[in-house]
C-alpha cells in the first residue's frame, strides 16, 4: 500500500505508474480537487488556466493512458501551434516565431540580421546538448549507480566540453549571436526552469530545442483538461482520492515511514511518496528529523505575479502566447534574483486561451493571462509592488498595442508569490523549486528517495529531474521504477 502526498502532476503521474505496476495507491489532496499548479478559475463569464499554459512534449502523458491499453486520444487531445510565440519591442519591432525550422531560421535570420549559418549550427548544438542529456538526465535517478554504469551516461561524460556547463547561457548567447534581440530571444528560455539567463549554465539552451524540435502544443480543453483526463484514468484504474485531507505529518518508526497522519485521521502505508514541496516536506511533515540541510538551502526559483483579465475585445495581433519585452532585460533579473523585488520595467507575457477555446470568454471577449517573473515571498509589500506592477503592465500594453487596455478590463484576478505559496504549499512561491543558476543545480537537486528514510519518495517540481509540466510526469515515472526496485510486487 503506498500513500502519496498531493495530486499535482506528478502525484498523478507517480499513482498511475505505481498503479500499472500492481500497487495499491491512495492520494491525499490538502484541496477539493485535483492538480495543485495545473488547474482553473472561472469568474465572471471568463475561465482561465491558474497556472501552466506552454505545453510541451506531449508523449509524456499520452504514456500514461498507454500503460492501460487506452488510447490517449479517445480522452486527450492537443493541437500542435505553428506559431510558438509572438514577441513585441518597444522600437516596434515584432517578431511571429515559426515552429517549422527551416522557415525559422530564415525568418529569424532576416528580422534580426543574424547569419542563418550560426542560427542553423546553434539549432544543432542545442539537438547535441539534449541528446547527450536527456537519456541520462530526464529518465534515471542521479542516485543510483546503475545510472553511471552505461554506455549513455560514459558518452555524456566523455563529451561534456559540448554540454557548455561552464560558462553562463548569456555568454553562449554572445558567442552566436550579435543582435541584443536575438540574444534576448534565446536567453528567454532560462526562465522556462525559473533561473536567470545571466548565471545559468549554457547547456540550458536544449530548452529552445524542445520547443523547436517536439514543438508546442494546445490542449483542447485548456491545460486543465490535462489534470481532468489524467484524474479520470486514476479513477478508471481504481486509484482512490481523498480531498480535501491535508497531511499533517510522516509517521516514522525506526528510519522507516509507517504511515500518514492527516487533518481526519491516520493510516498506515508501506510506502510514502511526497508530491509535497521537499522543503515543507521536512519542515512541517517530518519535525525533529535531521533535514538534508545543504541541499534545502538552494536557492529556489522564480516566482511568478499574475493579473487574470477579462478583457472585452479581440486582439488580431495577438496569439496564444505572446511575449513583450522588457528594455532593460538584466535589470529585471538583477531584481528578481538580487533584489527581491519587480521591475520598474518587466518583461510581460500574456496568453490568451480564448484563441482556442472561445468558450473560455464572452462573446467579443478574450481572458487575458498576464504574467510578470517575480521574487520568491520574502515578506516584501506586496499590495504596493502589485500596484505598481499593474499601473506599469497596463501603460505598456496600451503602448504597444495601441488601445487603452485599462479600460477594457472588466474582470480581474490576482494570484502572488504568497497566494501561490499558500495554494501549492511550494516553498517561497517557487514555480519551478530550485533555481538552476549554478553550474551543477540542474544535476544536484534533491533526490526522489529520502537519503535517510528507506520507503519515503519524492516526486514533483522541487527533486530531481525538476520543475514544468514534462519534467513533473517524468519524476513521476522515475519514482514508480525506484520504488519497483526496492519493493518489488
Ligand atoms: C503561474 C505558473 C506558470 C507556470 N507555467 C508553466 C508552463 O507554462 N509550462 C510548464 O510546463 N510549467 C509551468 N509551470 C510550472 C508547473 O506548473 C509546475 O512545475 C508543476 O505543475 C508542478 O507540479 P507538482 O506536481 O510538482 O506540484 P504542484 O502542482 O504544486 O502540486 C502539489 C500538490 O500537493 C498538494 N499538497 C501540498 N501539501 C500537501 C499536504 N500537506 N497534504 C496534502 N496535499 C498537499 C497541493 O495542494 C498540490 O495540489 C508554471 C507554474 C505556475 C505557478
Same mark, same amino acid.
Given at each position: 500500500?503506498?500513500?502519496?502526498?498531493?495530486?499535482?502532476?506528478?502525484?498523478?503521474?507517480?499513482?498511475?505508474?505505481?498503479?500499472?505496476?500492481?500497487?495499491? !495507491?491512495?492520494?491525499?489532496?490538502?484541496?477539493?480537487?485535483?492538480?495543485?499548479?495545473?488547474?482553473?478559475?472561472?469568474?465572471?463569464?471568463?475561465?482561465?488556466?491558474?497556472?501552466?499554459?506552454?505545453?510541451?512534449?506531449?508523449?509524456?502523458?499520452?504514456?500514461?493512458?498507454?500503460?492501460?491499453?487506452?488510447?490517449?486520444?479517445?480522452?486527450?487531445?492537443?493541437?500542435?501551434?505553428?506559431?510558438?510565440?509572438?514577441?513585441?519591442?518597444?522600437?516596434?519591432?515584432?517578431?511571429?516565431?515559426?515552429?517549422?525550422?527551416?522557415?525559422?531560421?530564415?525568418?529569424?535570420?532576416?528580422?534580426?540580421?543574424?547569419?542563418?549559418?550560426?542560427?542553423?549550427?546553434?539549432?544543432?548544438?542545442?539537438?547535441?546538448?539534449?541528446?547527450?542529456? %536527456?537519456?541520462?538526465?530526464?529518465?534515471?535517478?542521479?542516485?543510483?549507480?546503475?545510472?553511471?554504469?552505461?554506455?549513455?551516461?560514459?558518452?555524456?561524460?566523455?563529451?561534456?566540453?559540448?554540454?557548455?556547463?561552464?560558462?553562463?547561457?548569456?555568454?553562449?548567447?554572445?558567442?552566436?549571436?550579435?543582435?541584443?534581440?536575438?540574444?534576448?530571444?534565446?536567453?528567454?528560455?532560462?526562465?522556462?526552469?525559473?533561473?536567470?539567463?545571466?548565471?545559468?549554465?549554457?547547456?540550458?539552451?536544449?530548452?529552445?530545442?524542445?520547443?523547436?524540435?517536439?514543438?508546442?502544443?494546445?490542449?483542447?480543453?485548456?491545460?486543465?483538461?490535462?489534470?481532468?483526463?489524467?484524474?479520470?484514468?486514476?479513477?478508471?484504474?481504481?486509484?482512490?482520492?481523498?480531498?480535501?485531507?491535508?497531511?499533517?505529518?510522516?509517521?516514522?518508526?525506526?528510519?522507516? %515511514?509507517?504511515?500518514?497522519?492527516? !487533518?481526519?485521521?491516520?493510516?498506515?502505508?508501506?510506502?510514502?511518496?511526497?508530491?509535497?514541496?521537499?522543503?515543507?516536506?521536512?519542515?512541517?511533515?517530518?519535525?525533529?528529523?535531521?533535514?538534508?540541510?545543504?541541499?534545502?538551502?538552494?536557492?529556489?526559483?522564480?516566482?511568478?505575479?499574475?493579473?487574470?483579465?477579462?478583457?472585452?475585445?479581440?486582439?488580431?495581433?495577438?496569439?496564444?502566447?505572446?511575449?513583450?519585452?522588457?528594455?532593460?532585460?538584466?535589470?529585471?533579473?538583477?531584481?528578481?534574483?538580487?533584489?527581491?523585488?519587480?521591475?520598474?520595467?518587466?518583461?510581460?507575457?500574456?496568453?490568451?486561451?480564448?484563441?482556442?477555446?472561445?468558450?473560455?470568454?464572452?462573446?467579443?471577449?478574450?481572458?487575458?493571462?498576464?504574467?510578470?517573473?517575480?521574487?520568491?515571498?520574502?515578506?516584501?509589500?506586496?499590495?504596493?509592488?502589485?500596484?505598481?506592477?499593474?499601473?506599469?503592465?497596463?501603460?505598456?500594453?496600451?503602448?504597444?498595442?495601441?488601445?487603452?487596455?485599462?479600460?477594457?478590463?472588466?474582470?480581474?484576478?490576482?494570484?502572488?508569490?504568497?497566494?501561490?505559496?499558500?495554494?501549492?504549499?511550494?516553498?517561497?512561491?517557487?514555480?519551478?523549486?530550485?533555481?538552476?543558476?549554478?553550474?551543477?543545480?540542474?544535476?544536484?537537486?534533491?533526490?526522489?528517495?529520502?537519503?535517510?528514510?528507506?520507503?519515503?519518495?519524492?516526486?514533483?517540481?522541487?527533486?530531481?529531474?525538476?520543475?514544468?509540466?514534462?519534467?513533473?510526469?517524468?519524476?513521476?515515472?522515475?519514482?514508480?521504477?525506484?520504488?519497483?526496485?526496492?519493493?518489488?510486487?
Amino acid at each position: 500500500m503506498i500513500g502519496i502526498i498531493g495530486s499535482g502532476i506528478a502525484g498523478l503521474s507517480a499513482a498511475l505508474r505505481l498503479r500499472s505496476l500492481g500497487y495499491e !495507491v491512495t492520494v491525499f489532496e490538502a484541496h477539493q480537487g485535483p492538480g495543485g499548479k495545473l488547474d482553473e478559475i472561472t469568474q465572471d463569464g471568463y475561465c482561465f488556466d491558474l497556472g501552466p499554459s506552454l505545453f510541451t512534449m506531449p508523449q509524456y502523458i499520452d504514456e500514461l493512458f498507454e500503460l492501460y491499453g487506452e488510447d490517449p486520444r479517445d480522452h486527450f487531445n492537443y493541437i500542435k501551434k505553428e506559431t510558438l510565440c509572438n514577441y513585441f519591442w518597444t522600437d516596434g519591432t515584432r517578431f511571429q516565431t515559426p515552429a517549422d525550422k527551416q522557415h525559422f531560421i530564415t525568418s529569424f535570420s532576416t528580422t534580426f540580421n543574424e547569419d542563418p549559418k550560426k542560427v542553423k549550427q546553434f539549432l544543432e548544438d542545442n539537438e547535441v546538448k539534449y541528446k547527450l542529456t %536527456a537519456p541520462l538526465f530526464l529518465q534515471r535517478s542521479l542516485h543510483r549507480i546503475k545510472t553511471y554504469l552505461n554506455w549513455i551516461t560514459v558518452k555524456a561524460i566523455l563529451k561534456i566540453y559540448r554540454l557548455d556547463l561552464f560558462r553562463p547561457l548569456y555568454a553562449t548567447l554572445t558567442s552566436y549571436f550579435n543582435n541584443p534581440k536575438s540574444i534576448q530571444f534565446f536567453s528567454r528560455h532560462a526562465t522556462y526552469n525559473g533561473s536567470t539567463p545571466y548565471r545559468t549554465p549554457g547547456i540550458m539552451s536544449l530548452i529552445p530545442h524542445l520547443e523547436m524540435h517536439f514543438g508546442t502544443y494546445y490542449p483542447e480543453g485548456g491545460m486543465r483538461s490535462i489534470t481532468e483526463s489524467l484524474y479520470q484514468l486514476a479513477l478508471r484504474q481504481g486509484i482512490q482520492f481523498r480531498f480535501d485531507e491535508k497531511v499533517t505529518r510522516i509517521d516514522l518508526h525506526k528510519g522507516k %515511514a509507517v504511515g500518514l497522519t492527516t !487533518v481526519k485521521g491516520s493510516y498506515p502505508f508501506d510506502v510514502v511518496v511526497s508530491n509535497m514541496d521537499v522543503v515543507p516536506t521536512y519542515r512541517k511533515l517530518l519535525k525533529g528529523f535531521k533535514a538534508p540541510e545543504k541541499i534545502l538551502s538552494q536557492e529556489r526559483s522564480s516566482s511568478a505575479l499574475i493579473f487574470y483579465w477579462g478583457i472585452k475585445k479581440s486582439f488580431q495581433d495577438l496569439d496564444l502566447h505572446n511575449i513583450f519585452f522588457s528594455d532593460k532585460y538584466e535589470e529585471e533579473f538583477k531584481c528578481i534574483f538580487e533584489k527581491k523585488t519587480l521591475s520598474e520595467d518587466p518583461t510581460v507575457y500574456v496568453n490568451i486561451s480564448s484563441k482556442h477555446t472561445p468558450t473560455d470568454a464572452p462573446e467579443g471577449g478574450e481572458n487575458w493571462f498576464v504574467m510578470i517573473n517575480a521574487p520568491g515571498n520574502y515578506g516584501q509589500n506586496w499590495e504596493e509592488l502589485i500596484e505598481l506592477s499593474r499601473e506599469r503592465i497596463l501603460n505598456k500594453l496600451s503602448t504597444l498595442l495601441g488601445k487603452n487596455i485599462k479600460e477594457l478590463v472588466e474582470t480581474e484576478f490576482v494570484w502572488d508569490p504568497r497566494g501561490i505559496e499558500a495554494k501549492t504549499n511550494s516553498f517561497l512561491g517557487a514555480l519551478y523549486g530550485a533555481a538552476s543558476n549554478d553550474r551543477m543545480a540542474a544535476f544536484l537537486r534533491h533526490p526522489n528517495k529520502a537519503p535517510q528514510i528507506s520507503n519515503l519518495y519524492f516526486c514533483g517540481g522541487s527533486v530531481h529531474p525538476g520543475g514544468g509540466i514534462p519534467l513533473c510526469v517524468q519524476s513521476g515515472k522515475i519514482v514508480s521504477e525506484l520504488i519497483n526496485e526496492d519493493f518489488p510486487k
